[in-house]
């Protein structure tokens, strides 16, 4: 009798991390776009280091951002559904390593290897708690609060021990954006969380787990 095959064993890490047909890595510089609004939607991108910025503008012009992605995230998946064109521009905020996947590479990964898929939709579920939970901000909570909000997100609140320093420099114009209010009132709210003693500068944004007070106070 013939032996079978013996199966091969698929390491999603190794995956998001080397190179072969369908994918590639690419170092970004700061501010450098990574994908522009209205470009034909090809491929998908996880993030490998650094931070990247995913922003709209309207016709008017103006901008509003929609998130900051770290190591770990992926972006420009919405050219796995129907999107043909980018709804949104991905602009790294920090040099950044990126693994880019061509459309068609992403899609065959994710019908054959089941380990993979199932990390991929488990990243997806999360992300779409996040936004659920974004709305549910903008709707009901105060700009301080949604600016607390945010800057624990960015610190990575909840998934350690304590929060991290954020240290790429996120500019108050882009927190007021990520907000939906003024970079007026962003700098109001940051200064008055330092009084506090809730954020500290020192060479770079710290944050302390005693802001999450400011989210949970009604």
Known sequence: MA?????????????????????????????????????????????????????VTSRQGKEAVISIFKAGDFIGEGCLSSQSIRLATATAITECSLMQFEKGSMIQMLHTEPSFAELFTA???VRNSRVEADLVDHLFNSSEKRLARVLLLLANFGKEDRPEPILAKISQETLAEMVGTTRSRVSFFMNKFRKLGFIDYNGHLEIRSSLLNVVLHD
């Open 3 to 55: 032996r079978k095959a013996k199966a091969t064993f698929f390491d999603p890490t190794v995956f998001l991390t080397t190179v072969a047909r369908g994918r590639s890595i690419s170092v970004y510089q700061k501010d450098d776009v990574i994908y522009s609004q209205g470009a034909p939607a090809n491929s998908i991108f996880y993030i490998q280091d650094g931070k990247v910025k995913v922003a």
């Open 123 to 125: 990243y997806l579920l």
